[in-house]
């Protein structure tokens, strides 16, 4: 596996404001995930991080509220913009290390939106 | 649309008390079913994956099993640190997208 680190681990914030999440790993991974994790609920999956490109959304989730970044191999931003009380969540990222079939997952980031 | 249906919802059992979790689950083309363990305020922890029918793997205490409509998570003899919320997903052939349950639960009792 790898060690995965996401900052911060948690936040409280306004609505209105927007909240930068950082998901660092330390090994070479191919693909990197952002999931979100509302109360009580299971994950759903936000979008694919890609290298050098832009991010792949799934249905419902759109780049101006999670804009997505992914500079290198080992590193990928996820951004929750004009946050409402409804984002209050955690943000997990994941990956699947090079020559990997399994997602591993990030401690998470937990958001609560006031 | 792929679905993913874990049962119960909870599960309250006694330490050496065995049980087992269910994942039904619908999808076009399986490529994998993933299980999971998250505990309180971190991320999920892997378990398994298995990829076909009649596939088992073991660790420790638990031992997951697949068949071409559901998985079993089967857990002997639990012990208390084998309380959490376990998590069973699926993805689809040609895809790395991982489609979750609404897990189950577990608490064992001392």
């Known amino acids: 596996s790898a060690v995965i680190s996401q900052k911060p681990s948690r936040d409280i914030c306004q609505r209105g404001t927007s909240l930068t999440i950082q998901c660092q790993v330390d090994s070479q991974v191919t693909m990197m995930f952002w999931y979100r994790q509302q109360p009580g609920q299971s994950l759903t999956l936000i979008a694919t991080a890609n290298q050098g490109s832009e991010a792949t959304y799934e249905s419902g989730f759109v780049i101006d509220k999670f804009p997505i970044s992914r500079p290198n191999l080992t590193f990928s931003t996820l951004t929750v913009s004009n946050m409402s009380p409804e984002d209050s969540s955690i943000y997990l990222c994941s990956i699947i290390l090079v020559m990997g079939d399994t997602q591993y997952f990030g401690p998470g980031t937990r958001l609560t939106v006031l | 649309e792929d679905q993913v249906t874990q049962s119960p919802e909870a599960l309250r059992l006694q330490e050496g008390e065995s049980s087992s979790l269910n994942c039904s689950y619908t999808?076009?083309?399986?490529?994998?079913l993933f299980w999971y363990r998250q505990d309180p305020g971190k991320g999920p922890e892997f378990l398994f994956t298995?990829?076909?029918a009649g596939e088992e793997k073991e660790k420790e205490r638990l031992k997951a099993t697949l068949t071409k409509k559901e998985s079993f998570l089967h857990i002997t003899a639990p012990k208390p640190e084998d309380s959490a919320t376990y998590l069973c997903?699926?993805?689809?052939?040609?895809?790395?997208?991982?489609?979750f349950g609404q897990g189950t639960r577990l608490t064992i009792n001392p």
């Open positions: 997903a699926v993805s689809q052939a040609g895809a790395q997208k991982l489609v």
């Open positions: 298995l990829y076909s």
């Open positions: 999808v076009s083309g399986l490529r994998g």
